[in-house]
Structure formats: C-alpha cells, structure tokens
C-alpha cells in the first residue's frame, strides 16, 4: 500500500505491508504541476505494486473542511481515476505534529526534520489507516 500527504507544494509518500500493518516513509515528490507529480507517483506504483493507496484528508482541529480537504479529495479521486486503485481516505489531523515529534525523539536535526516531514506525514496517515481499519476491511 503507499499512503499520500497531500500539499499543494509537497506531496509526502509512505509505504506499508497490509499483512505487517507497518508504514515506513519512502519519499517526497516537489512538484507543482500536476503532469510531474503523476509521473513520479506513476513510478512509485510500478515499483511498489500497491493494491490500495491512502489518502490523508485534513481538517482543521475541530472536524470542519477547509479549501485543503477539497483539494485532497481531488487528489484522491485522480489517484483512483489514473491508477485505477481503490483509494481510502483518512483523517489526517496531527499528522504533521506527530511526524514532527517522532522526528525529533529520533535525534533529527531542524533541516532534516524539514527535509523528510512530509514522507513522515505519509506514513503516520498510512499507519494510522493500518491501526483504525478492521482486517477485513483492509482487504482490496
């Protein structure tokens, strides 16, 4: 399975075994244009094969959607449109903050926690999927 940060800048990607439930970062694409972030999501899906894609759908802290939850949603219904992958979204709040202290409990420093907070994004959504789904629902 690979799990997405989306951002507008950035998009985070993790990968993870359905039969472990265990995500682990991968990479972060930075592109803007749509045409170059596919491309490389299109590269991360030859290689990994997955057979379902996570999606981390933000809201603000209080449950409501903002002009990012759309966007995400977006993304995701190209991701299922291009790919032709079943595509799950996931509540995707404190993801960051979460990734952030993982981070710096590991020992990482200011431009590394920058560099790789949105893969660990990725994968704090894509284990949080693995924690919250029932094993049966996991099924592709």
């Known amino acids: ?5 989306f951002g507008e800048k950035r998009i985070g990607v993790a990968v993870g075994d359905l039969s472990l439930g265990i995500a ?18 299109q590269k991360l899906i030859a290689e ?20 990012l939850t759309r966007l995400s949603r977006r993304f995701a219904h190209r991701l299922e449109g291009r790919f032709r992958l079943p595509v799950s979204l996931i509540d ?12 710096r409990e590991s020992g ?9 907070l949105d893969e660990a994004a990725a994968c704090e959504i894509l284990q949080s ?9 996991k099924l592709p």
């Open 1 to 5: 399975m690979l799990g997405f940060d």
């Open 24 to 41: 682990h970062p991968l990479a972060t694409i930075a592109a803007e244009d749509n045409a170059r972030r596919f491309g490389e999501i």
């Open 48 to 67: 990994w094969c997955p057979t379902r894609l996570v999606v981390g759908l933000p809201m603000h802290s209080d449950g409501t959607e903002h002009e």
């Open 92 to 103: 995707e709040r404190f993801t960051s903050t979460a990734a952030e202290s993982r981070l």
């Open 108 to 116: 990482a420093r200011r431009e590394s926690i920058r560099k790789n």
């Open 129 to 137: 999927w693995f924690d919250s789904s029932a094993p049966a629902s």
